[in-house]
């Protein structure tokens, strides 16, 4: 349990309300799971959730609401964090009072100037099928294989994912990701192969279920962390082992500069993301790359492939220049729909 | 017997429908001021640019598609409402009337994104279509009747279907027997009274029936997101898209100015249609 929780007694914020934004797929199921009901538990607190499909929506959310947010505590991509940032709407949390901080690797506890709070990993590959492909595929080219008519499937638009596919597309040419040109004439190619774009995760599972999918990709196997346990029904695998690399972002948590809760709520609850056991647990439930050092997980999770630990990201690792990405973001979700739509 | 209201009283008991209309006249005045709004996110200023912006391939390949599926769904599901119409009016049994006025009103009644999942569970690539095609061996991955131009085609079809049935009902409801008697002694045959007598009869009400049809289905955004697979880019969906992520509110109402006047062109064009054609019959 959380130092500041332990500190302060049984229930110290009993009667107290915290207003959250998260995503509403599995990863945000996971997030009311695995933090936000044993944060109330401990605490006495309460949760009020609100759930919304990407990062983008999150950002258009808060921008609509200006001086007036509805949240307490947002958790969403570091692009997103970064925007926000930039256009004033954030408070800069008080790192002093987020002791968990302490365990969690240098290199993801802060970003977006301060203003966001590392929460865990977002990492991205190529996910595929296991009847199709005998040996995980090793490239993003495989998208671009005739075989692959009418049976790909890449991110929507509005995911940070579609800037990855972008970015893996660029890089697949040769160039370091920012050659955008080269690589939406690139991806043009694929329009007339595209079954579907992933907007429902659950959707993308049972096209691979039925066989209906070869390959999709930069998507993130977090969503499919059953289907991943058992390929011989789900047909689904997944890889980050691809020569032009895999894709990781760091998501945090942020807090809305004129918030309507109460400051020692949500101290309490940024820093109960980053407690052991809640980062081991939600790595475990969804896959997502504990950024606390000392997390908790079983042996399994540990030895987990699709679960990427801050010392395993290497040089494979494709690591956004995230105030790069924010000021393209616009130009090149648009460019993206008019491409592939 | 007829009740005969003065202008007055009219006016009276359409005063509440007048005021419940005022916030969407309001809505509309909005959605053009925003449209020549000189910023993307808020009204202020004035400028064309966001009108300009949309003379794009993306954008001309967008209403392109939303009038060639608004136009063959309306086709289709006139060609489908006309036997429906003579059917339900010739049905004498009251409970048979009834119950197929319940089963055509239906997509009216149902939330649309039940009866999208309907069509997934029927057509999706693990509905009852595949999953029986592929027990029986006939295939062997799923074939795609869904996430492309076909699955909206059908959804939209299947929800403009009682928009068409129920004017039609009218107009049959409308027709004189004796018209049809006097053709009949006049030695016409069925078809020729019907192609000679009937149509001409029906075309005021088919062509208000298609103008409906026409427009719900130019407007429609939950069907093509939900069977489109995302890939079939309705005005609908480009404009959603607009809103979010990308915060365009300029370029949104926009787009929604032209869609409300391409909708309306088409409307004019119709009423026009069935003027010119009723004019004919009465010569």
């Known amino acids: ?341 | 017997m007829s009740i005969q209201l003065t202008r007055s009283k009219a006016l009276a008991f359409s005063l509440p429908a007048l005021i419940a209309i005022l916030p969407f006249l309001g809505a509309c005045f909005f959605i053009f001021r925003f449209s020549i709004s000189g910023e993307p996110s808020r009204i202020e200023g004035f400028s064309i640019q966001p009108y300009l912006d949309l003379m794009t391939p993306y954008f001309g390949r967008s209403v392109w598609l939303t009038l060639r599926l608004a136009f063959i769904a309306t086709l289709l599901a006139m060609v489908m409402a006309v036997p429906l119409a003579f059917l339900l009016t010739n049905l004498r049994s009251r409970f048979a009337r009834r119950s197929l006025t319940i089963v055509i009103l239906l997509p009216l009644i149902l939330n649309l994104l039940v009866q999208a999942y309907g069509w997934i569970l029927l057509l999706g690539p693990s509905g009852v279509l595949n999953s029986t095609l592929r027990s029986l061996g006939i295939i062997e991955r799923p074939i795609f009747l869904l996430f492309n131009e076909t699955g909206v085609l059908l959804g939209l079809v299947q929800t403009s279907l009682p928009l068409a049935v129920f004017p039609i009902v009218s107009s049959v409801r409308g027709i004189s027997r004796e018209h049809l008697e006097a053709a009949s002694s006049l030695g016409a045959s069925h078809w020729r009274t019907f192609f000679d007598v009937t149509v001409p009869l029906l075309r005021p009400g088919l062509f208000g029936a298609a103008s409906i049809v026409f427009a719900f289905n130019a407007s429609a955004f939950a069907i093509p997101l939900l069977l489109g697979g995302r890939r079939v880019q309705m005005m609908g969906i480009a404009i959603r898209d607009m809103i979010s992520p990308l915060f365009n509110w300029s370029g949104a109402a926009a787009a929604g100015m032209i869609l409300i006047f391409v909708t309306l062109i088409v409307l004019l064009f119709s009423a026009w249609l069935a003027r010119m054609t009723s004019e004919k019959v009465e010569h």
């Open chain 1, 1 to 341: 349990m959380p130092a500041i929780v332990r500190a302060a007694g049984q229930q110290p914020l009993a009667g107290k309300e915290l207003r959250l934004l998260t995503w509403s797929d599995n990863t945000g199921l996971a997030i009311l799971d695995h933090i936000a009901k044993p944060f109330e538990e401990a605490t006495g607190a309460r949760v009020i959730a609100d759930r919304t499909g990407s990062t983008s929506e999150m950002v258009a959310k808060l921008r609509a609401a200006g001086d007036r947010p509805q949240y307490d505590v947002i958790t969403l991509a570091g692009v997103g964090a970064v925007e926000l940032a930039g256009d004033g709407l954030l408070a800069q949390p008080d790192l002093n009072r987020l002791p968990n901080l302490e365990q969690v690797d240098p290199r993801f506890r802060t970003g977006a100037d301060g203003h966001g709070i590392g929460y865990l990993l977002w990492t991205g590959g190529l996910i595929y099928n296991t009847k199709t492909f005998a040996e995980p595929p090793k490239s993003y080219a495989e998208m671009w294989d005739a075989s692959r008519q009418n049976r790909l499937f890449l991110p929507p638009s509005t995911w940070t994912d579609a800037l990855d596919t972008i970015f893996a597309t660029g890089k697949m040419l040769g160039g370091d990701g920012t050659n955008a040109d080269e690589a939406f004439a690139k991806l043009a190619e694929l329009r007339d192969s595209i079954l579907t774009f992933g907007e429902n995760p659950a959707q993308i599972s049972e096209l691979f279920r039925s066989d209906a999918l070869d390959i999709g990709g930069v998507y993130a196997p977090a969503f499919y962390a059953d289907e991943l346990k058992d390929p011989a029904n789900s047909n689904m695998g997944a890889t980050y082992d691809i020569d032009e690399g895999f894709f990781a972002d760091l998501m945090y948590t942020i807090v809305p500069k004129a918030k309507p809760g109460d400051d020692d709520v949500v101290h309490a609850f940024i820093d109960y993301t980053l407690d052991a056991n809640v980062q081991g647990k939600m790595a475990e439930a969804v896959l997502n790359g504990p950024i606390n050092q000392n997390a908790v997980m079983s042996d399994g999770a540990k030895a987990s492939p699709f679960i990427i630990k801050p010392e395993q990201m290497g040089d494979a690792a494709v690591v956004h220049n995230k105030a790069f990405v924010a000021d393209v973001r616009e130009d090149w979700i648009t460019r993206y729909t008019q491409t592939l739509a």
